[in-house]
Nanobody
Framework: QVQLVESGGGLVQAGGSLRLSCAAS????????KAWYRQAPGKQRELVAA???????TYADSVKGRFTISRDNTKNTVYLQMNSLKPEDTAVYYC?????????WGQGTQVTVSS
């Protein structure tokens, strides 16, 4: 299966920005949906943002207007631009690719937002 590697996480103060990247080991031609999930301490994993093969995007209500998902197919990379970060955004962020018979996850990257 395709291997996914996230990067770009770190420690940032509230109101700051981070840009996460998810690099795939190979072409993702079998993938219909590329998404970012996150899991905060004591909470279930939740969908943050997703982009379909035709370019449609969806966002969790909690991040609408602040986060933007995008892709660069020539680089096999998906991005998550996170602006106006809040302490509630603190979580491990995971990249996810899904398609027919395909479900791949990255190892996760930690995002910590301090007050």
């Amino acid at each position: 299966q395709v291997q996914l590697v996230e990067s770009g996480g770190g420690l940032v103060q509230a109101g700051g920005s981070l840009r996460l990247s998810c690099a795939a080991s190979e072409s993702t031609f079998r993938i219909n949906l590329k998404a970012w999930y996150r899991q905060a301490p004591g909470k279930q994993r939740e969908l943050v943002a997703a982009i379909t093969s035709d370019g449609r995007t969806t966002y969790a209500d909690s991040v609408k207007g602040r986060f933007t998902i995008s892709r660069d197919n020539t680089k096999n990379t998906v991005y998550l631009q996170m602006n106006s970060l809040k302490p509630e955004d603190t979580a491990v962020y995971y990249c996810n690719h899904r398609g027919p018979g395909v479900a791949s996850w990255g190892q996760g990257t930690q995002v910590t937002v301090s007050s």
